[in-house]
């Protein structure tokens, strides 16, 4: 049985006084979670988060990281970085770095490695752009995005990836995809899996949908069989994160 797993991310979003207000809230509402829950606030709430969270199930995660050690990479955070404070995830090639910061799936590659080698949960982020699914694209690309970050990745190591399947046009538009079309992409997801590794791997790896995820449609999203959990943006800005942690 996969255990699911419900991310929030935060985005650029809540300074250190707003990350407090909200986590002592949400701490309380949330012990007996069924889920693996984690937050992934700026990297400024970070230490905050590890701290007030510390006494609960709740884990920590990053929105990004740089896939070297230390050097001239001006405005970035190593893996080590994220590891000395207590963080236990890491996003990695979510749309929106893909989109404005030139993140490529090659990047994406490298960071997951890395990510890998420090015992940090590697989030990937797949998905396809509206114009490709229009062109009845999705499965070319989503599968070949998995494929190019999941390259030198050992049979060892692949059960600790996330693979988060968001499609472009589902994220922050309020136009979430149907169970089905989500279903449809994380079975590929799954197979494209069981085909670089064996079938032990791919029944173990843990695929999450995101794209407007909110507490209306957790629960059939969640019911779909390929489906493992949620990276959630706008819901886990509120507390209605509550409410899809215990959908
Ligand atoms: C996201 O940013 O990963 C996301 C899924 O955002 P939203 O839930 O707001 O669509």
Redesign the pocket.
């Known amino acids: 049985m996969r255990r699911p797993v419900i991310a929030g991310?935060w985005?650029l979003n809540n300074n250190i006084e707003a990350t407090k207000e909200f986590l002592l809230q949400l701490k309380d509402k949330i012990k007996d979670a069924e889920v693996d829950a984690v937050i992934c606030p700026t990297y400024t709430s970070l230490s905050t988060a590890i701290e007030l969270l510390k006494d609960t199930d709740v884990k920590v995660g990053a929105q990004n990281m740089h896939w070297t050690t230390s050097g001239a990479y001006t405005g970035e955070i190593s893996g080590e970085m994220l590891k000395e404070l207590g963080v236990e995830y890491v996003i990695i090639g979510?749309s929106e770095r893909r989109q404005y910061f030139a993140e490529t799936d090659e990047t994406v590659n490298k960071k997951v490695l890395k990510a890998l080698s420090l015992d940090l949960i590697p989030i990937v982020c797949v998905g396809e752009s509206l114009e490709e699914r229009e062109k009845g694209l999705q499965e070319d690309i989503v599968t070949n995005q998995v494929r190019l970050a999941l390259e030198g990745v050992t049979k060892d190591q692949i059960s600790k990836v996330i693979i988060a399947y968001?499609p472009i046009w589902?994220?922050?538009t309020g136009k979430t995809a149907s169970s089905e079309q989500a279903e449809e992409v994380c079975k590929w997801i799954r197979e494209t899996v069981e085909k670089l590794y064996t079938s032990q791997e791919s029944e173990a790896i843990r695929i999450q949908y995101?794209?407007?995820?909110n507490k209306s449609n957790v629960k059939e999203l969640m019911g779909m069989p390929n489906i493992d959990g949620a990276?959630?943006?706008?819901?886990s800005l509120k507390m209605d994160f509550v409410d899809l942690i215990k959908y």
């Open positions: 991310n985005k979510h968001e589902a994220i922050g995101g794209g407007s995820v990276l959630v943006g706008g819901a």
